[in-house]
């Protein structure tokens, strides 16, 4: 169903990380983020009590998208995967953040600006995320 891909930016990641640190830096929680992103063609890190994160799930069910959502507060390490998120904002709120195709399109934010100025169907389409 979900089609995994690639993101320059999270191979650039870990070329430094494994320049830094050897192979073994599974701990990481920024590391942790860039693998889960990967994984399916739409990734949302929500909160399960946040009104936005719901928003968001929302907005991509009724396109007909089945992301795959991480809910950071029914993690054990979902605290440190938070500060990581926010870090990639730019200390922004950290929740909800979308990864379409690995590639981090940002929070709530920049995800309704690209659907209204109609560039969020084309990469959800790009990522395999929508046949339409």
């Not at 430094?16 to 983020?33: C, F, K, Q």
């Not at 799930?57 to 507060?73: A, N, Q």
Request: proline share 5%.
């Amino acid at each position: 169903m979900y089609q995994a891909a690639e993101s320059s930016w999270a191979g650039n990641y870990h070329n430094n990380i494994a320049t830094r640190r050897g192979s073994s830096s599974s701990s990481d929680p920024l590391e942790r983020v860039v693998r889960l992103a990967s994984g399916s063609a739409v990734v949302i890190f929500s909160v399960s009590t946040c009104c936005m994160c719901h928003a968001v799930k929302r907005l991509f069910c009724g396109m007909g998208v089945h992301p795959t959502v991480y809910e950071l507060d029914q993690d054990p390490k979902g605290k440190e995967m938070e500060r990581a998120l926010s870090r990639l904002l730019g200390n922004a709120p950290a929740v909800p953040v979308v990864f379409i195709g690995g590639k981090l399109i940002g929070a709530m934010d920049r995800v309704m600006a690209s659907h209204i100025n109609g560039t969020l169907v084309p990469l959800l389409k790009e990522a395999g995320a929508l046949w339409l």
